[in-house]
């Protein structure tokens, strides 16, 4: 196995799920034996990839991670021009505010806040989340083109996550074309039971579609039965800002519509 290689394989095997690791589990996973993979695993935690636990035997990423990941955030110019309006977002509604990033066939967390009506013990930061049962995901896909959905759904199963799910291609392009019409995408316990989230896409100078912006909470939170269109108002303003900055040059034309200069 080549260097680079073998650190990637190491490395990502550390995931949420299984955050720690003892090194004749990690070895048998990565179908190495412990002595071989003795000498990386030093390796890591000198160079502060990795730290490792005397007390209980294990390993588990290091502050370098943390630091090339802060690095790397910095770098995407969607988060620089969303952080303010996250936060303002998160302060007058107590909710959860998210960014979000297309990743390959998924999403990917960028940032995100949690409000009052919304506690959590971890980060979403870094977390992937499948595009077809997130309102993120389906204001990514509303900027796709007929021609590159077709290909995604192709080639993208659609599993479900709670009974909500929309698994049904046919019923995904109708809601895709829904959510094109009127600015913003909904998330009603789709990807988890008892949640909610109501999210809008940021436009490039190129008007692609390039990440998206959201609020989510418990479903009794959120209420967006009562209160999509407040949040949706308080999104569209903001992403609608933040697509300016990144060059993108609308002209609202309703509430809910924008037409392109």
């Known amino acids: 196995m080549q260097m680079a290689s073998k650190l990637h394989a190491i490395l990502t095997r550390f995931r949420e799920d299984q955050p720690t690791w003892r090194q004749v589990d990690l070895a048998r996973a990565l179908e190495l034996s412990p002595s071989a993979l003795s000498r990386s695993l030093a390796s890591l935690v000198e160079t502060g990839f990795l730290r490792f636990d005397a007390d209980t035997g294990s390993y588990?990423?290091?502050?370098?991670?943390?630091?090339?990941?802060?690095?790397a955030i910095n770098e995407y110019e969607e988060f620089r021009h969303a952080y303010a309006e996250l936060h303002a977002l998160m302060a007058s509604t107590?909710?959860?505010?998210n960014l979000a990033v297309p990743d390959d066939d998924r999403l990917m967390y960028l940032f995100h806040l949690d409000?009052?009506?919304?506690?959590r013990g971890n980060t979403l930061i870094g977390r992937h989340a499948p595009l077809h049962a997130t309102a993120l995901g389906k204001a990514l896909l509303s900027g796709s083109s007929a021609e590159a959905l077709e290909a995604w759904l192709t080639n993208t199963s659609l599993?479900?996550?709670?009974?909500?799910t929309i698994t049904d291609p046919a019923r995904l392009r109708t809601e895709l074309a829904e959510v094109r019409a009127r600015g913003y995408a909904t998330e009603q316990e789709e990807l988890?039971?008892?949640?909610?989230?109501?999210?809008?896409?940021?436009?490039?100078r190129d008007g692609h579609v390039v990440a998206a912006m959201s609020l989510?909470?418990?479903?009794?939170a959120i209420r967006l039965?009562?209160?999509a269109d407040t949040y949706a108002g308080l999104l569209l303003d903001a992403t609608e800002r933040i697509s300016a900055r990144l060059g993108y040059r609308t002209a609202v034309?309703?509430?809910?519509?924008?037409?392109?200069l």
Not at 253 to 260: D, F, H, I, N
């Open 115 to 119: 409000g009052p009506k919304m506690k």
């Open 253 to 260: 034309t309703s509430r809910w519509q924008t037409a392109e």
């Open 225 to 227: 039965d009562l209160e």
């Open 216 to 220: 989510s909470g418990p479903k009794d």
């Open 94 to 97: 107590l909710l959860g505010a």
């Open 60 to 71: 588990r990423l290091g502050p370098t991670v943390v630091s090339l990941a802060g690095a």
């Open 192 to 204: 988890a039971l008892g949640r909610g989230c109501i999210a809008v896409p940021i436009r490039a």
């Open 159 to 164: 599993p479900g996550y709670t009974v909500h």
